[in-house]
C-alpha cells in the first residue's frame, strides 16, 4: 500500500475551517503524504493523523492572529504552520522562512500550485535575514526549538509591539517558565498560553503568545538591526 493510500478522508471539520480553500487543503495534504513522505519532510506515521494533529491543528492558530498583518513562519519545514494558515487567512502577507533547500523547493511548488499569491518563500536561518527582511507584525513556528531558543531566533525579526506565536503542546507553561528571563531580556513585556480550535481539534491547540516592546530582541539585536540597515543603504548607494 502506497503512503497516499494511507491518507485519511478529510473531515467535516477540516469543511467548515477552510471554506472556499478546501480543495486546496486536501490537495496540500496530498503532497505531503506523497512528496512530503518521500523527500523526508514528514514521516510515513504521520501520514495517517495528518488531518487532526498537523494540518487543523496549524490552522486554528489564525484564532490568535490580528487581521492584515505581516506574518513570518520560523523554520517552516513543510509549510506547518504557514500553509494552513494562508489557506485560511488571505487577508495576511505571510513569509516561509527555511534554510533547507530541499524543504524550501517543496514550499515554493507547494505556493505555485496552490497559488497562495500572499505568501513568500525565503530560504535562510532567522539569524541571518534580520535586516534584510522587513520587519513583522507576528512570527509564528512549530515543533522548532525549546522557546528559550526559538525566541533568540523569531522576536528579533518583529517590528515593535509585534508578537511571537509558538505552538507548542503539554510542555508550554514549563518552557514559558524557564524561558522568562531570556525573554526578558529579548524585549518580552507580556506572555500568555493560549488555546485555539475548540470545536475543531481535540484537544484544542496550545499557543504561547510572547508580545513585545518597541524594542524587539533587546539592546543587543537594536545594534545588530542598526548595523544591517546601513549596511543595506551602502549597499544600495553602491548599487
Excluded at 62 to 73: K, L, M, S
Excluded at 120 to 140: C, D, F
Aim: with cysteine.
Amino acid at each position: 500500500m502506497t503512503e497516499a493510500a494511507e491518507l485519511p478522508p478529510a473531515p467535516e471539520q477540516a469543511r467548515e475551517v477552510f471554506g472556499d480553500r478546501f480543495a486546496d487543503a486536501v490537495r496540500y495534504a496530498e503532497l505531503l503524504a506523497e512528496a512530503g513522505v518521500q523527500r523526508g519532510l514528514i514521516g510515513p506515521r504521520e501520514v495517517p493523523r495528518l488531518w487532526e494533529r498537523h494540518l487543523l491543528n496549524c490552522a486554528v492558530l489564525a484564532e490568535a492572529v490580528p487581521e492584515g498583518v505581516t506574518v513570518c513562519d520560523v523554520g517552516s519545514g513543510a509549510g506547518l504552520p504557514g500553509i494552513p494558515l494562508a489557506l485560511v487567512r488571505e487577508d495576511l502577507k505571510i513569509t516561509l522562512l527555511e534554510p533547507l533547500l530541499r524543504r524550501t523547493n517543496f514550499l515554493t511548488e507547494v505556493v505555485e500550485l496552490l497559488g497562495l499569491d500572499h505568501v513568500t518563500v525565503v530560504r535562510g536561518r532567522a539569524e541571518e535575514v534580520m535586516g534584510k527582511l522587513p520587519p513583522v507584525h507576528v512570527v509564528t513556528a512549530r515543533a522548532v526549538a525549546p522557546l528559550d531558543r526559538l525566541a533568540t531566533w523569531g522576536i528579533p525579526l518583529l517590528r515593535p509591539y509585534g508578537e511571537m506565536l509558538a505552538l507548542k503542546g503539554d510542555t508550554a507553561e514549563e518552557e514559558l517558565k524557564s524561558a522568562a528571563t531570556a525573554l526578558s531580556k529579548l524585549g518580552a513585556v507580556e506572555t500568555s498560553i493560549l488555546h485555539v480550535g475548540e470545536g475543531v481539534v481535540d484537544p484544542m491547540s496550545t499557543v504561547v503568545r510572547v508580545e513585545v516592546g518597541e524594542s524587539p530582541g533587546g539592546v543587543r539585536f537594536a545594534a545588530k538591526r542598526a548595523k544591517a540597515a546601513r549596511t543595506g543603504r551602502t549597499r544600495r548607494r553602491r548599487g
